[in-house]
C-alpha cells in the first residue's frame, strides 16, 4: 500500500502562493507511478466534506475542479515520486486541509474513491 506525506501547508497573505507536495512510498512490487494522485481539501466545521482539487493520471493527464483551473497546477515527478500542488492567487476560501490522495487507477472527483490519503497539511489565508 502506497503512503503519503504532505508538506508545504503554511500562512500566506491573499493573493500570494504555496507549493504543496506529497511524498508517495511504498513496497516493493507496487510502485507509485501506476496510480493516480489527487489533491483534496476539507475547511474547517464538521459540515464541510473533502472536496476535491486536481488530480494527475500515471499518463500526466491532469484534471481540476473548476474554481481551481487557472490557478492551481498538479504535476509529479515518478523518479522521486512526489507529486506537487501549485497554488497561485490564493485567497480565504482556499484556507483548508489538503489532503494527497492515491491507489486509484483512474482521477475520481469522489473522494471515497480514493484508496489511500495523507495525514493532511493546513494552508491558511489571511485576508
Known amino acids: 500500500q502506497v503512503q503519503l506525506v504532505e508538506s508545504g501547508g503554511g500562512l500566506v497573505q491573499a493573493g500570494g502562493s504555496l507549493r504543496l507536495s506529497c511524498a508517495a512510498s511504498g513496497p516493493s512490487g507496487r510502485t507509485f507511478s501506476v496510480f493516480a494522485m489527487g489533491w483534496f481539501r476539507q475547511g474547517s466545521g464538521k459540515e464541510r466534506e473533502r472536496e476535491f482539487v486536481?488530480?494527475?493520471?500515471?499518463?500526466?493527464?491532469?484534471l481540476y475542479a473548476e474554481s481551481e483551473k487557472g490557478r492551481f497546477t498538479i504535476s509529479r515527478d515518478k523518479a522521486k515520486n512526489m507529486v506537487y500542488l501549485q497554488m497561485n492567487s490564493l485567497n480565504a476560501e482556499d484556507t483548508a486541509v489538503y489532503y494527497c490522495a492515491s491507489g486509484a487507477y483512474s482521477m475520481y472527483m469522489r473522494p471515497n474513491l480514493w484508496p489511500t490519503w495523507g495525514q493532511g497539511t493546513q494552508v491558511t489565508v489571511s485576508s
Open positions: 486536481a488530480a494527475i493520471d500515471a499518463s500526466g493527464k491532469t
